[in-house]
């Protein structure tokens, strides 16, 4: 999978991702910021992971995720502003130069999640 020029411009914005993870106890949300996501060219997300402990069993219980992000700044379908919604899969690394990488740019970061994704559907 490839990611539009459009949802690349929004990770280079200012804004808000929301992950949905689905666990024993039900959906789960954390957020984190358009600018922390790092996408690769094999459909991949990066996302350096602080706390997130719930998020981590519930990926561990059940991998699917759901995320959406947004920016008013680029443009959309029908006017300014776009968003996306991303189905795919999750894991959280530890270690590889993925990890290395996000923690050097995060000291603060205990992990990376990293998303395989799936489906991007703009929606908006």
């Not at 929004?10 to 984190?32: Q, Y």
């Amino acid at each position: 999978m490839s990611f539009s020029a459009a949802l690349l411009e929004v990770l280079k914005m200012d804004g808000v991702v929301a992950i949905a993870t689905l666990g024993p106890d039900g959906p789960h949300m954390v957020n984190t910021w358009n600018s922390y996501v790092h996408a690769d060219d094999d459909g991949r997300l990066f996302i350096p992971a602080g706390n997130y402990r719930k998020t981590e069993a519930n990926i561990t219980f059940n991998n699917q995720v759901l995320v959406t992000l947004g920016s008013s700044r680029v443009q959309g379908s029908h006017g300014p502003g776009t968003g996306f919604l991303l189905k795919g899969k999750a894991s959280f690394l530890t270690e590889g130069a993925e990890c290395d990488a996000m923690k050097s740019r995060f000291r603060w970061a205990r992990a990376v999640l990293c998303i395989t994704v799936d489906s991007a559907t703009q929606t908006i």
